[in-house]
């Protein structure tokens, strides 16, 4: 501050702090408001506080299991404007799914209209739509009027809303819940409402119980889409007791037999959270790519239940196969994973045990017990309070009426008034101690009320009801007192409470059967690809452009076939269907194709490069069955090469598999099979080396080692054979020429050779 001739004058100051605290701070509360106010549910009642809110909001609208329904439109335009100011398509979209019974195990809404199906479809638009509560959706509120729980201020101030609901059952763990917040998600599968209720009593009644024990009563998830879960035992028990895992589910089938040997694969039930045109979609993609070779056809006949149906190659095809193979390729099995990731108390959040959230939820059901018996004795004691006015009026009738006939202020002489020996004796004749402020006394509660009683209320009948009214809410409250001081009648209530809501739901209702099922994995043995296939033999035949063919049976290789103008013949081999056919590109890559997903021989075939991803400028250098445990000799055209095991060339992608690293400008020569002890090379200048084929490196993949010196030019061919049985080629004439001396050409590798003998090939070819 600073004073000149015109007055004192203020300096303003800035306030700095580091971006780094300044941005920290900020994103710690919306961390916070995240994790407590949006993504994760609360322990006890199992709720987020948008899902508590469109409850609440619906109670209010007085929409109960019995009354008509109304718009949906409205209702969540009544939870935008008075709770959750967040938007009414996230709200409309939250009570959607609180109506799907394929998604909640226990739906909370009743919804009337389209609220999307299993396929995946959207529900219709909210105006379209109309809702109101389930019956056990009202069980989570019982009590909010009876001081069961706190409510805090809206988030204008204007009205209040329950911070959790009472909750009469585990509704975290009956229905789910999923969310992903700052830092932290959550994923909890529903369960048994019945088997829930069974493991909170044996809770109850040991809260030592052991892990093992719980699971035995709770045994897993009981998915609303049912489903057969075939998760070992242990690791469902391991699951549980750290709260995070996961749950191996499959579809439920069953074979229809059509008469005559025919039969069809018809699937009931499907894994949860797995749309059914997805999966109808992914089944009939594995039957046009031939993924699944015993797999003809898939309908979806579908209704109100689910039906799919499954047709066979043929007749002979094993059921158990057939599903092993889509359980391995589809979404018929899936898995769901466990993160008990829950908000304990409201405030933390912390990934519980099966034991710790039914803990949390017992916990909140006795206090909501101790909160409700406390509230009915203050109704009870501010009852009672007005009984004994009323009683004391009958037995100084006269009196009462004396003074409200003619006192100018009643209600002071009545509170003036001594009641001494008629109250005395009241107090001996009906045994009863009045709760009035003092002996003979009257309150103002009581002075008001005698004054508000009517005159058709004074007729003797009236006062054998009062006294029998008092009486028995003396006997109430006697009941809840006891109640109060003792916590073994505190959770007999508990259980007494819980029972009531499984006898309604639980397994004898029409919604509480078990519907996901167990099994062991084992029961379906997982098969090879080669298993899966009906083993026919084929011709295969590749043209010199790449177009591939498979002709059925092995027919004569010599025979001529049609090809397209300005194409011709290039590979042409005797193949089974079962067999995987080895593609090397000049690129260095190998490719896997299978016999049985080849185009038929009908036509022209169809190019290679549809099946592969084979670059159009790399050119087919061979093609091979390939014969699991063999050795490949492969090189390049610059002269580098080794020997790969066939198991380390085959890809499982249509990429295919780098195996041969190739330079700037050059490419892959050739790809032979290697047996033998001896390697003869032949380069581009008609020079032919001979060496031991154990010179050669073993290797999975690489550039390898030079296997013969050039000046200039490349290598032509290269093939492996036994020294002492001679090297054998074909003559220009035709003939088989083998050379048993080979000794000229005998030495180290990487040396230049020596010039190919007479009659050796013009081509540079051994074969």
Known sequence: MSEDDDGPQIESVTLAEPLARAIGERYLTYALSTIMHRALPDARDGLKPVHRRILYAMRELRLSATSAFRKSAKISGDVMGNYHPHGDAAIYDAMARLAQDFNVRYPLVDGQGNFGNIDGDNPAASRYTEARLTAIAETLMEGLTENAVDFRPNYDGTLEEPVVMPAAFPNLLANGSSGIAVGMATNIPPHNLDELIQGCHALMADPDLSDEALVTLIPGPDFPTGGVIVEPRSAILEAYRTGRGSFRTRAKWHVEDLGRGTWQIIISEIPYQVPKSR???????????????????????????IRIVLEPRSRTVEPDMLMAALFKSSDLESRFSLNMNVLIDGRVPKVCSLKEVLRAFLDHRREVLLRRSQHRIEKIDHRLEILAGFILTFLNLDRVIDIIRYDDDPKSALMRETWGRAHKRALSEKDYISPAPGVGELSELQAESILNMRLRSLRRLEEMELIAERDALMAERAGLASLLSSDALQWKQVGTELESIRKQFGKDSVIGKRRTAFAEAGEVEEVSFEAMIEREPITVICSAMGWIRALKGHVDLAAEQKFKDGDGPRFAFHAETTDKILLVGANGRFYTLVGVNLPGGRGMGEPVRLMVDLPNDSEIVDLQIFRPGEKLLVASTAGDGFVVPSDEVLAQTRAGKQVLTLGAGVKTALCRKASGDHVAVVGDNRKVLVFPLADLPEMSKGKGVRLQKYKDGGLSDAITFTLAAGLAWKDPAGRTRTETDLSEWQAARATAG?????????????T
């Open 279 to 305: 999966l109808i979609e992914k089944l009939a993609e594995l039957i046009q790519l031939k993924k699944i070779p015993l797999l003809a056809d898939i309908r979806d006949e579908s209704a109100d239940d």
């Open 754 to 766: 020596r010039m190919a003998p007479r009659g050796f090939p013009r081509d540079n070819k051994f």
